[in-house]
């Protein structure tokens, strides 16, 4: 039916055609033989069509034997038959490093990886596309990686394109990204650097704390360090002195200001200097 055929042709593509004629009429039977012929089929007429997909990889041509017989006697005829190679996208598969990431997994992280082939062997460059993608890097080999910190509070799940391009053909593959919630507590402070005058009244505000947490659980306050037992730190996190205070004992005290929720602790630390007074003598 031509001179070649291209091998992403389609089955049932009519092939070649034959005709046979028996002196003494009878019925005639057409069979396939050779290398390759089961990717082939002949029916009773003598028509001969593509039954499987072609491949220029596997094979260029097929030398195939076309019988006709009259149940008695044979006749054989040889049909060549010639490949045309087609540019093939690549194959693609790729799979995730685990079913889901924690929002405060590292930056350089590997996410997926992905693998593919060119049936012509050409070279294979791989590309990210989709809302977020920019958070993610893929390398030459098809290592996808983390480039940008996630927030569960901003985005839960991403699904990203990955595509493999040999140059002329591409194909692609989504990859979904779920994001793990990790409850989070931050803490800092008005000032971490505080004087006070050695005069400062039992209750004087030393300084006050903000917190941030993206979680349900309250959050409690508490003072270490030596000297720590002169302040308090109240459920809001204000610092405040609750002792009578003297430069000639102590000229400045190193606080740390712990927070909990019951999950996370953070620390901030913090320095009250304090102030000589010259205090008169009575007679």
Known sequence: AASSFAENVSTGTTIATASANDPESQSITYSLSGTGSGNFAVDSAGN????????????????????????????????????????????????????????????????????????????????????????????????ITLSSALDYETTTSYSLILTASDGTNSTSNTINISVD????????????????????????????????????????????????????????????TAASLDYETTTSYSLTLTASDGTNTVTENLTVSITDVNLSLSA
């Open 181 to 240: 919630d990790v409850i989070e507590l931050s803490i800092a402070l008005a000032s971490s650097s505080i004087s006070l005058s050695e005069t400062a009244a039992s209750g004087t505000s030393v300084t006050t704390t903000s917190t941030t947490t993206d979680g349900s659980a309250s959050v409690s306050y508490s003072l270490s360090g030596t000297g720590s037992d002169k302040f308090s730190v109240s459920s809001n996190g204000t610092i405040t």
């Open 48 to 143: 001969i069509t593509l039954a499987a997909g072609l491949d220029y990889e596997t094979a260029t041509s097929y030398s195939l034997t076309l019988s006709a017989s009259d149940g008695v006697n044979t006749t054989n005829n040889t049909l060549t038959i010639t490949i045309d190679d087609v540019n093939e996208a690549p194959s693609l598969s790729s799979s995730l490093a685990a079913a889901s990431f924690a929002e405060n997994v590292s930056t350089g992280t590997t996410i997926a990886s992905a693998s593919a082939s060119d049936p012509e062997s050409q070279t294979i460059t791989y590309s990210l596309s989709g809302t977020g993608s920019d958070k993610f890097a893929v390398d030459s080999a098809g290592n």
